[in-house]
């Protein structure tokens, strides 16, 4: 990902990306190892908004969208085979279907993990696990918990670091106790994961996730369909 520094008059950093790559906006002042934290920092949003643009102006934009594939916050190199398969150190996709293998990767790991690891957290902190826990891709949230009692995780949550895979199921199992978002279901969420502003920090910068794998597109849809049936209601008498 291609990084280009732009001084000016500025207060702060900012960043514009295109498809040339990652513009950094600093002022006069900024020195390349600050501008480099800010990079290292915010890399993982800046490679998803950049992936997203390559996605825009490549014919072949499906397979370069999908040079970032990552499982429990390590990045995996991407290659084009004849099959799709995660091997030791590298990912393979077929050329095409580079999507669609990639969700189904994605998912079968975390259908694997997920319910596994909740139930070992039930255990650690001493709690009755839930009446049942699906997983799910989820384009727009990390997980949900539903008045029933049922636990639903997305499929993405295995390209986080475990920690924050961590934080986001204390956090739904937090509702089982408190079903809103009030101070005291913060307080259970603390309790039950003592690290819980780092944690909350660091998910924001792992919402390009999402977006990369679909998100903007399900939602012009959804938009779409809702435009038409406005349209429908204002064309009945």
């Given amino acids: 990902m291609p990084v280009y520094l732009c001084r000016g008059r500025r207060t702060r ?3 514009v990306v295109t498809v040339k790559g990652v513009f950094l906006r600093v002022p006069l002042s900024c020195t390349q190892e600050l501008a480099l934290t800010y990079v290292q920092k915010h890399r993982t949003d800046l490679l998803g908004r950049y992936r997203i643009q390559q996605a825009k102006g490549n014919r072949l934009g499906e397979i370069d969208a999908f040079r970032l594939f990552c499982l429990y916050g390590v990045d995996y190199p991407v290659t084009i085979g004849e099959s799709a398969s ?3 150190g590298f990912v393979s996709l ?3 279907s580079a999507q669609k293998d990639a969700l189904m990767l994605i998912a079968n790991e975390a ?4 319910p596994q690891r909740l139930r070992e957290i ?4 001493k709690i009755t696990p839930p009446r049942q826990c699906s997983v799910r891709l989820y384009r727009s949230r990390w997980g949900a918990c539903t008045s029933t009692g049922e636990i639903k995780l997305s499929t993405l949550l295995v390209m ?3 920690e924050l895979i961590d934080y986001v199921i204390c956090h739904e199992l937090a509702h089982l106790r408190v079903f809103n978002h009030s101070k005291k279901f913060w307080q259970v969420v603390r309790s039950y994961c003592p690290d819980m502003e780092k944690c909350k920090k660091q998910l924001k910068e792992y919402s390009g996730f999402p977006r990369l794998y679909g998100g903007q597109k399900r939602r012009r849809e959804t938009a ?3 435009g038409r049936s406005q349209s429908k ?3 009945k008498p």
């Fill in 13 to 15: 950093i900012s960043s």
């Fill in 86 to 88: 995660l091997n030791a």
């Fill in 94 to 96: 077929r050329e095409g």
């Fill in 111 to 114: 259908r694997a993990f997920l």
């Fill in 122 to 125: 039930c255990a650690r902190l």
């Fill in 160 to 162: 986080l670091p475990t």
């Fill in 224 to 226: 779409n369909k809702r």
């Fill in 233 to 235: 209601r204002k064309q």
